[in-house]
């Protein structure tokens, strides 16, 4: 098994791409943090992996705060040991409000959620990793990392954002044996964008009827992705940004 041994924390692994990824690094033969905000459900699959022979347990997590992230850390060591892999998943939409109809709050909430936190796990955990000879990290950014219009101002910005951190720390600690790479998820089949997948007139289903693919994707083809990125089978992959989207961003 790929990850037998390795320790991972998946953010926001209590539904959706998250959640798939989790799923799948236990039954590759990770040890899995499930991290979010919801106790019922980060328990809920816990006894998912448990049940199907995995081993993980739940950190109640708000990522934008400190204090949590420090937590988070302490837990997973006290647990387990180490940390060998990170997957920074956990994220939050927008709304397609202008600069003109934008809140500051709104704003505020996406960036501390959707790039300040990735930023502030990776400065707890790279160390820790570079402290053990090495250690993988996935970025789960996203199709609005690489062009306007898909996400609304503060999405956008804050993947723009999360793909420069990616490459940008990747340079800085490659050489002491951390990896650090980006998925780019296009339309994904989650409670994220249910509301878009649900009006057949919506630009965005137009459109993925007209990509290669011609459907929505799922979270368990990222999951895959990230599971690839986070392995010994893409060591010579660094700074990375794998776009899984059916085509929908190549027009």
């Keep these: 098994m790929k990850f037998q041994d390795k320790v991972a924390i ?11 990824t989790a799923m799948l690094m236990a039954a590759e033969g990770a ?30 997590t708000d990522v934008t705060s400190p204090e949590a992230l420090d937590a988070l850390v302490k837990a997973t060591l006290d647990t387990y040991g180490k940390i060998d892999i990170l997957v920074n998943n956990a994220g939050v939409g927008g709304s397609l409000a202008n600069m003109d109809q ?10 501390a959620t959707n790039l300040s936190a990735p930023f502030q796990m990776m400065k707890r955990i790279i160390p820790i990793m570079e402290q053990a000879g090495g250690g993988t990290i996935v970025n789960v950014a996203s199709m ?19 793909l420069g951190l990616t490459r940008q720390i990747s340079l800085d600690h490659g050489h002491a044996g951390i990896r650090i790479n980006a998925v780019m998820p296009g339309p994904i089949d989650t409670q994220m964008i249910a509301r878009v997948l649900s009006i057949p007139q919506h630009p965005v289903n137009m ?26 089978e893409s060591s010579y992959i660094h700074g990375a940004a794998l776009a899984v989207d ?6």
Excluded at 31 to 60: D, R, S
Excluded at 221 to 227: D, H, L
């Design 144 to 162: 609005a990392s690489t062009g306007a219009g898909r996400g609304g101002i503060a999405y956008t910005t804050a993947k723009h954002g999360f």
């Design 10 to 20: 998946v953010t926001g692994s209590t539904k959706g791409i998250g959640k798939a």
């Design 207 to 232: 459109k993925i009827k007209m990509s290669p693919s011609g459907r929505p994707g799922n979270p368990e083809e990222v999951a895959k992705a990230i599971a690839f990125l986070a392995s010994d």
């Design 102 to 111: 934008i809140t500051d709050e709104e704003w505020d909430k996406v960036l």
């Design 31 to 60: 040890k899995v943090v499930i991290v979010g905000t919801t106790e019922e459900a980060g328990n809920a699959v816990v006894a998912e992996i448990k049940e199907a022979g995995g081993e993980a347990f739940y950190q109640k």
């Design 246 to 251: 059916g085509g929908y961003t190549i027009f």
